[in-house]
RNA sequence: GCGGGCGUGAUGGAAUGGUAGACAUAUCAGACUUAAAAUCUGAAGGGGUGUAGCCCCGUGUGGGUUCGAGUCCCACCGCCCGUACCA
């Protein structure tokens, strides 16, 4: 008896569908289009069972769509700029360029023994000058569409290297590799104009119906659409007024002091004769730029000594603090604080001292706030107490719609819909990435490059062994003419986000080798990309980008207007995740290990490592193992169909060796099947046929299902168990044949080359990747009759056996009639019976 | 801090509000074998008991809605993702 040998039969398969050409994929107006794209990776070197698993999630997909009759794009790049290249550079020496590369090149070949469904002639880099050319040429436009703009932004300094640090590189406020306590200093940068497409942004998750509600909520949470009103409170030093942004207008009673942004313009022009103030505004500026930094510090502040008027009380004067926690970039960077109906300003307000007074009660309660502050629902009726806009009890929400009416109605303020979303800042004072194609002359100011001389190309004589951004002392690079009046200028030295690349590259693979960023009739054809697949951490962010990017260019020419909404339908897969190996170098700055080169938390020297459970660990203790080694142990099939089988596709990947060890006995024993009917005596009669045909569509319309709904491991369990069944039968060889021609055209979608394989030994026609899905049999997949629990207060006592298609009052009646509920009764009559058909009964007693 | 998610046997996990634990791993028992491996068959949530049966408990914790809750609602605990310069 042959054996199974997947080596053998991999090579062989992949030969075959390569000189068929069947993922070449080309315009053809005869069958529906289907574009399935996985999130493309970043390339590190390795690729990692999480890769595996996502790619294949994706083959599954595009291989289940070829079978059912479309004409499938199915594509891979790699986003190829980025830090790490920098990083290696500076830590092995060599240039990121080559770095990168080598890593692409290492990466494709241990991708290709997987058997993907991949067009490979529509492959690109985000780093080749031929597509990020593309990317300067639609900076270009967006810029004259007037959607980029320059605005002054802070960074994280880092004052002994003398460089700008990533968030990421900020580690505990102090610099990653100096260990310099980190400071903020303001830059002039380019920003997309993202936050004028906020609200167009929002409305248009509701049509997205085909991405999971989570990331719709997150999205529609970071865009943070919020109604309030700005309202000016006039100075009483007769400088002009203070303007701040509140939803809570309602609780203007309540107010106490007014604080600003240490940003504030009011802040900056106190900062120079208030030394107080400037260390309180210095010592903020210490802080770094994230987000969860701010919110999470020590609320502080100081009283700047300027008073406003209250806008509704004019005897009544607020202090004017600065606060640290007052965010420059939303609102209007000045808030007014009622500390009885918000928290964080009760915090404050204790600390500092100052005045608490209710602006409402509960109704009949009229307990003053203490430590506590009182934030009931905005659906809840409070009692106000003495209104200016004379309302008495409403529920929150009603009283801001009043209290906005009566401030626009007096003009002491205008209402006002604001989003939490900011501009997106572009420019990253980096050297791996995309040049941003702009001139500075002393002259004309910021001239764009002229298109025919993009693309604007990194120069590759450059090193980074000192810290900061080489094209800032490029000897020549920098140098140019303007593009304008032709004087000696600069180039701007700054380069692109990388999620700029990542933001069209799905539009690009459309035509990835065109002389434009798209080509009209190709967009047309292909776009919108039919299933996105990737991980859930790029839920806002990276998915945000690309749907302004896809707005963007629509404005710009670049996509059709039905391509505003990118990705049709979108699955976000679990977290690839790994444990962080680390050491330390001479100067106690981290230095960290592959798993590979780790072996019992030791190096090979015997060096301790410790193992971080930093932001994206493995769950398990176990070390990340190399699909290549999976592959030449079992096969690509084995590793494919584990990584299906293992977890739910939504859940974090987890790797056991036993587990692909089963996966590999189980695909034997299915060869194994295929090689027992291939020697069946053809004429022998058998038993069952019917029997093995039925599990056959039930199997056919499990699997259906679960494929189409990324229920890929529950249709696996399906298909282990159809094969146990079809191991044990005796049904007559044209029935077994049948079934395992089924079963192998069921398979291939997640193991293609076993697949071929059998479909070829059995005879079948061309090759099973592109022969047609099997379609379920409706008639075979009912049964005659059907097992019901019968519960009895809702816990299962018995069961009952009736045919399908009894009536529920005949049910009811056999069910009173069963042994456990006439126990139950014990001669009293049920307060109520539900016969839920084909499901159920239940007797309440 | 804030936004989002997750939590089920020894393990990975299954379960349109309707028999909790499918399927798989590990374990145990049996068949085959001189033996082992491989292969095949079967058992198995915990506890009790009168042991082919029956009863109690059981899906992070505590409440609630429902004839019925792993699933829906509220609160809490733990973990994960994001938090705008990691990709």
């Known amino acids: 008896m042959a054996t199974y040998t997947p080596s053998e039969i991999e090579a062989r398969w992949q030969a075959a569908w390569e000189e068929a050409g069947i993922f070449t994929a080309t315009r053809s107006g005869d069958k529906p289009k289907y574009y399935v794209l996985e999130m493309f990776p970043y390339p590190s070197g390795r690729i990692h069972m999480g890769h595996v698993r996502n790619y294949t999630m994706g083959d599954v997909i595009a291989r289940y769509k070829m079978s059912t009759g479309h004409n499938v794009l199915h594509p891979m790049g790699w986003d190829a700029f980025g830090m790490p290249a920098e990083n290696a550079a500076m830590a092995i020496g060599g240039h990121p360029k080559t770095w990168t590369y080598d890593n692409i090149a290492d990466m494709r070949g241990q991708m290709k023994p997987l058997g993907l469904s991949i067009d490979w002639s529509r492959e690109f880099a985000t780093c080749d000058p031929e597509y990020y050319g593309q990317q300067q040429s ?47 200093r303001e830059l002039t940068q380019w920003f997309f104009k993202i936050s004028d497409m906020a609200g167009e942004l929002k409305d248009a998750l509701d049509g997205l119906d085909n991405w999971p509600a989570k990331v719709r909520l997150m999205q529609e949470n970071w865009i943070g659409e919020s109604r309030g009103i700005d309202i ?10 203070i303007l701040c942004y509140s939803t809570r207008p309602d609780t203007m009673r309540g107010a106490s002091f007014i604080a600003v942004s240490p940003d504030h313009p009011v802040a900056k022009a106190l900062e120079a004769e208030n030394p107080d103030l400037a260390a309180f505004i210095d010592e903020c500026r210490k802080m770094d730029t994230t987000e969860a930094a701010m919110e999470k510090a020590e609320k502080k502040g100081i009283d700047t000594g300027v008073r406003v008027k209250h ?96 401030f626009e109605a007096h003009d002491l303020g205008k209402g006002q819909t604001k989003y939490r979303l900011r501009d997106w800042g572009l420019s990253r004072q980096r050297y791996w990435g995309c040049p941003i194609p702009v001139v500075h002359c002393n002259d004309c100011g910021v001239v764009p490059e002229k298109k025919e001389n993009l693309p604007v190309v990194l120069p590759d004589d450059v090193t980074l062994d000192i810290p900061g951004n080489p094209l800032d002392r490029h000897p020549t690079w920098r140098d140019t003419p303007c593009p304008n009046c032709g004087k000696a200028a600069k180039r701007e030295t700054d380069t692109m986000d990388t999620f700029v690349d990542s933001s069209w590259y799905f539009a690009r693979f459309t035509a990835p080798h065109a002389d434009t960023p798209t080509v009209k009739e190709d967009a047309e054809y292909w776009m919108n990309v039919d299933q996105y697949i990737g991980g859930i951490e790029h839920a806002i962010l990276h998915l945000l980008y690309s749907r302004f990017f896809a707005r963007a260019m629509q404005i710009t020419g670049h996509l059709p207007k039905s391509a505003i909404e990118p990705f049709d339908a979108l699955f976000t897969q679990g977290m690839v995740t790994h444990e962080i190996y680390q050491t330390s170098d001479e100067k106690g700055r981290p230095v960290y290990h592959l798993p590979e080169d780790v072996t019992d938390g030791k190096l090979a020297d015997g060096t301790e490592v410790e193992i971080i459970p930093s932001a994206k660990m493995s769950k398990s203790k176990k070390n990340v193992v190399d699909p290549l080694g999976i592959i030449a142990s079992y096969g690509a099939d084995t590793a494919r169909w584990f990584v299906l089988s293992d977890s739910p596709p939504e859940r974090d990947v987890e790797w056991t060796a036993s587990g692909a060890e089963a996966a590999y006995k189980h695909l034997a024993r299915v060869w194994n099947i295929c090689d027992r009917i291939g020697a069946m005596d053809k004429a022998a009669s058998g038993q069952g046929d019917d029997d093995l045909l039925r599990a056959m569509h039930k199997t056919i319309n499990d699997v259906t299902l679960g494929v189409e709904s990324f229920g890929f491991n529950a249709a696996i369990a399906k298909l282990y168990g159809f094969t146990a069944t079809l191991q044990k039968s005796k049904a007559s060889h044209a029935a077994q044949r049948e079934a395992i021609m089924t ?39 009912k049964s005659d009759t059907v097992t019901l629990p019968i519960q009895i207060n809702g816990k299962r006592r018995g069961e009952l056996t009736v045919d399908a298609d009894l009536e529920k009052s005949e049910v009811e009646k056999l069910a009173l009639a069963h042994e456990a509920v006439t126990k139950a009764l014990d001669g009293g009559t049920p307060k109520k019976v539900i016969v839920v058909p084909g499901r159920i009964v239940n007797v309440v007693v």
Not at 232 to 241: K, L, N, Q, S, W
Not at 750 to 769: F, N, R, Y
Request: aromatic content about 10%; some cysteine; charged content about 20%.
């Open 743 to 781: 079963l192998a055209q069921l398979m291939a979608p997640m193991t293609p080359h076993l697949a071929e394989d059998i479909w070829a030994h059995q005879g079948g026609d061309g090759l099973v990747t592109t022969a047609p899905w099997p379609i379920a049999d409706e008639a075979m997949l």
């Open 138 to 184: 639609l900076f270009l436009d967006f810029l004259e569409a007037g959607l980029v703009y320059r605005k002054n932004a802070q960074v994280n300094w880092d004052p002994v290297d003398m460089t700008v640090l990533a968030n990421e590189q900020v580690i505990d406020g102090k610099g990653w590799r100096s260990g310099a306590e980190v400071e903020r």
């Open 311 to 406: 806008p509704v009380y004019p005897d009544v004067e607020l202090p004017v603090w600065i606060g640290n926690f007052v965010l420059m970039d939303y609102g209007t960077g000045a808030v007014f604080g009622c500390p009885a109906h918000d928290q964080r300003d009760l915090d404050f307000a204790r600390k500092y001292d100052l005045p608490v007074q209710n602006a409402f009660y509960l109704p009949g309660d009229e307990t003053e706030v203490g430590t506590e502050a009182l934030v009931p629902a905005k659906t809840e009726k409070v009692h106000f107490i003495d209104h200016f806009a004379g309302i008495t009890e409403v529920t929150s929400q009603e009283a801001i719609d009043a209290t906005i009416d009566y």
């Open 232 to 241: 000016p409170f006039v100075r009483t030093d007769g400088d002009g007024t």
